[in-house]
């Protein structure tokens, strides 16, 4: 059973585009994420006070409105009555994967992570002091305990977490990548 706490609103099922040939399209609004496949995201929506998953059998990009992506999704395993039912409704995701897909989507360039504490493989490394993005190997300008700086590579394979309530980011680095400029 999918439980509230576990999941976070994320956009909303703004119309119903049409019903054929056994599909019916729905134009879905969402924040931008980074995902390769948003078709094999579930789309939860609330319905008579629970939260059921649904499958798109594709979601495409139509273009961006304000702060959201507009997608146009795919069904074919819904009657177009319960499609139409789902009009104006809201779409979940599970907390963990939205909080991944818009983290990944937003770039380490904004300022969300100035000042959050670096943690790498289990010891604090220093607190993010600047991001290097003029170049295309993006870096983390750590200012480590010493008042030296540390770069680290933007590296999806090096996040572990990013937690955003407590500003700490954890990292598993390669041996001797804290120490290659010592």
Do not use: C
């Amino acid at each position: 059973m999918i439980r509230e706490e576990d999941i976070v609103k994320a956009g909303r099922i703004q119309k119903i585009n049409a019903s054929r040939d056994d599909k019916a399209f729905a134009t879905i609004s969402l924040p931008p994420m980074n995902v390769d496949d948003p078709a094999s995201l579930p789309l939860i929506v609330e319905i008579d006070g629970i939260f059921v998953p649904f499958f798109a059998d594709s979601i495409d990009y139509v273009n961006s409105k304000g702060d959201y992506d507009i997608f146009e999704a795919t069904f074919s395993h819904l009657a177009a009555r319960d499609i139409d039912e789902m009009a104006g409704k809201d779409v979940w995701l599970d907390r963990d994967v939205f909080d991944r897909l818009v983290d990944d989507a937003e770039g380490l360039g904004d300022d969300n992570i100035m000042g959050y504490t670096v943690v790498a493989n289990g010891a604090e490394v220093g607190k993010v002091a600047d991001i290097n993005d003029s170049t295309a190997n993006v870096l983390l300008i750590v200012e480590n305990t010493e008042g030296g700086e540390i770069l680290i590579p933007v590296a999806d394979e090096f996040f572990d977490d990013i937690d955003h309530d407590r500003h700490i980011i954890t990292m598993t680095l390669p041996e001797g990548l804290l120490n290659i400029n010592d």
